[in-house]
C-alpha cells in the first residue's frame, strides 16, 4: 500500500538544494544564542506567540498563546518562561513537553511582518515565585512554560506580505467568516449538542475563564 498520494517528492537535502539553492551569508550568520537586548525590546512588545512542541514519537503540536504584549516573561540572557492560562485542558503543548523538551516560538507583534524565532529546550514550572511575576487581574498561573534559549533569529515578513493579514482592505467580510460554534458542533457531532449550545459555552469561556 502506498504510503501518500503524493508520487514525485524530494528525498535528500541535495535535491533540495538542486531544486531551491542555499542562503545567503546573511541568512546563515542570523542567529544568536541568546536572548539580547533586542530580543528582549521584541518580545516585550508581543501579545502573541506560537509554540510548536512534539511528542516522543515525533507527532507534532502548534498552539498560540496570547496576553498584553510582553506576556512571557524574560529571566535572564538564556531563559524566558511563558504563562499558562486557563485552556480546554487538553495539555497538548504540555504533555507533549513531558514526552520531549524541544519546543519552538514565533514571536509576532501586530502590524509588523517579521517575526522574531526561538528553539530551545522546555520544563513544565511550578514555582509560584516565578508565576507570581505574570500575576494578572489578581491571579496567578498555576503554572508556565520555562524555556532555555538555544537560538534566537529574525525571520523575514514575505508571508505576512504575501497573505496581506495585517491589511484590513483583504479581510473577508464579517458574514463569509466560518463559524467556529458550527464547525464544532459538526466534529463533535456523537455529543449531539447544536451550534448555539456550542456558541454559548463558548461565549461563557472567553467571558468567565480568561484567567
Known amino acids: 500500500m502506498k504510503a501518500s498520494i503524493f508520487n514525485d517528492i524530494v528525498t535528500s537535502?541535495?535535491?533540495l538544494r538542486t531544486l531551491c539553492g542555499f542562503p545567503k551569508e546573511l541568512v546563515k550568520n542570523k542567529a544568536v544564542t541568546v536572548i539580547d537586548r533586542h530580543c528582549r525590546d521584541f518580545i516585550s512588545k508581543s501579545p502573541l506567540i506560537f509554540l510548536s512542541t512534539a511528542d516522543s514519537a515525533g507527532s507534532c503540536d502548534v498552539s498560540p498563546r496570547g496576553d498584553a504584549a510582553g506576556f512571557v516573561h524574560v529571566m535572564d540572557d538564556?531563559?524566558?518562561?511563558?504563562p499558562e492560562r486557563p485552556g480546554n485542558k487538553?495539555?497538548?503543548s504540555l504533555r507533549n513537553i513531558l514526552?520531549?523538551?524541544?519546543?519552538g516560538l514565533i514571536f509576532m507583534i501586530p502590524g509588523l511582518g517579521e517575526t522574531l524565532r526561538i528553539n530551545g529546550q522546555a520544563w513544565i514550572v511550578k514555582d509560584r515565585e516565578i508565576l507570581k511575576n505574570m500575576e494578572a487581574f489578581g491571579k496567578v498561573p498555576v503554572l508556565g512554560i520555562g524555556v532555555k534559549v538555544e537560538e534566537c533569529y529574525m525571520h523575514c515578513a514575505k508571508a505576512f506580505k504575501r497573505?496581506?493579514?495585517w491589511d484590513d482592505h483583504y479581510w473577508p467580510k464579517q458574514e463569509e467568516l466560518p463559524n467556529p460554534a458550527k464547525?464544532?458542533?459538526a466534529h463533535a457531532?456523537?455529543?449531539?449538542?447544536?451550534?448555539?449550545?456550542v456558541a454559548a459555552s463558548l461565549k461563557e469561556s472567553y467571558e468567565q475563564?480568561?484567567?
Open 78 to 82: 538564556r531563559h524566558l518562561i511563558i
Open 13 to 15: 537535502e541535495e535535491e
Open 189 to 197: 457531532e456523537k455529543l449531539k449538542l447544536s451550534a448555539d449550545e
Open 90 to 92: 487538553r495539555f497538548d
Open 99 to 103: 514526552e520531549n523538551p524541544r519546543i
Open 183 to 185: 464547525i464544532i458542533a
Open 163 to 165: 497573505s496581506h493579514v
Open 209 to 211: 475563564r480568561l484567567y
